[in-house]
């Protein structure tokens, strides 16, 4: 798992999805032509690396918010911080599936401010 970690982060930081068709494309973006809520994440990892926090964000807003609950979560599993994990609390799972369904929702709306929303 840790060698597949690197060796992805490794293929993000080198190679732009943007540019490179090496990266698969969202099947909800290419045969429903909507935004789900991962659409511009790829590009936002590939932007993260670089430290280009607002393109990233641009890309896909969740990502970041996302990528702290895993940080989070895997810091207090191994140890590091005695602390509860987010992932943990009862209502989480469902707390996550709405904010999931409620981003897809609204970065497909073509509408001020929610027009922001879409990669």
């Given amino acids: 798992m840790g060698v597949l970690s690197i060796l992805a982060i490794l293929l993000y930081f080198s190679f732009n999805p943007e540019s490179v068709l090496l990266f698969p494309k969202c099947p909800f973006h290419t045969y429903l032509g909507i935004h789900c809520s991962g659409c511009g994440s790829q590009r936002a990892i590939h932007d993260l690396l670089h430290l280009r926090i607002g393109e990233a964000i641009s890309h896909n807003l969740l990502l970041l918010p996302a990528l702290f609950v895993i940080v989070q979560h895997l ?45």
């Fill in 75 to 119: 810091i207090t599993k191994l140890g590091i911080y005695k602390a509860q994990s987010f992932l943990d609390y009862r209502y989480a799972p469902l707390v996550i599936l709405i904010t999931i369904l409620l981003f897809m929702i609204l970065r497909n709306l073509k509408i001020f401010p929610f027009e922001y929303l879409a990669p």
